[in-house]
């Protein structure tokens, strides 16, 4: 079934490490997206990917790194972990920049 | 930047209609998403405006008028289904998504 796959579902983290969250989409999407999702706040944009090989910031970068090197993969890098990037993280893609996103089934990551 | 609102939370019955408003502030305007999320899933897309007016998809219809800076869901027949959060999310000048808190909506028997 096409769609987006994130790894892992869940995870609980010690401050200070580091974490990779995967995602991946076999829809051959141009754009993909990383979001947070937090109680009250709802979703805001950590980084984007127009296409392969292009990365920009988004409303909350800070403390996190992205790749694109290839169009089905953008994983989400921690590079050391704080209490505060605990949330509930959500990869996104869709056809180009004009159209609807589809969602990943989400990560939630806890640090501690 | 944007600013979205939207009512945290409605109540409604089984079979009813409800409206769930929404208001907008954007530097540049390319649409306006509304997507279903229920609780622990990821969020789904339900409709899309870009000009002013009703997009009607079923139960669920979508206005929006950008002058006013104001979009609404409707939706009607409720079913206990529906109960979930609804996101509205506007599209600004570089294409990037903006969403607001979401509206819980509870569907009573």
């Known amino acids: 079934i096409a769609g987006i796959t994130q790894a892992p579902t869940s995870q609980i983290l010690a401050a200070g490490r580091r974490m990779t969250l995967r995602c991946t989409q076999d829809m051959r999407h141009n754009a993909m997206y990383w979001y947070r999702q937090d109680l009250g706040l709802g979703l805001r944009l950590i980084h984007y990917?127009?296409?392969?090989?292009?990365?920009g910031k988004g409303e909350v970068p800070d403390g996190y790194s992205v790749s694109r090197a290839n169009t089905d993969d953008f994983p989400l890098t921690l590079a050391s972990a704080v209490p505060s990037q605990t949330s509930v993280y959500f990869c996104?893609?869709?056809?180009?920049?004009?159209?609807?996103?589809?969602f990943g089934p989400g990560t939630r990551l806890t640090v501690l | 930047g944007q600013n979205i609102d939207q009512p945290t939370e409605m109540t409604a019955t089984e079979g009813a209609i409800v409206q769930i408003n929404c208001t907008y502030q954007?530097?540049?305007?390319?649409?306006l998403f509304w997507y279903q999320q229920h609780a622990g899933e990821a969020p789904t897309f339900l409709s899309y405006?870009?000009?002013?007016g009703l997009e009607e998809k079923g139960r669920f219809s979508s206005f929006l008028s950008r002058s006013k800076g104001y979009s609404y869901l409707l939706l009607k027949e409720l079913q206990m289904k529906d109960s979930a959060s609804y996101l509205c999310?506007?599209?600004?000048?570089?294409?990037?998504?903006?969403f607001g808190a979401g509206t819980t909506v509870t569907v009573r028997a």
């Open positions: 954007t530097s540049g305007f390319n649409g």
């Open positions: 999310a506007v599209r600004d000048g570089n294409y990037k998504l903006s």
């Open positions: 996104a893609s869709s056809a180009g920049t004009n159209n609807e996103q589809f």
């Open positions: 990917s127009n296409t392969a090989g292009t990365t």
């Open positions: 405006n870009v000009l002013d």
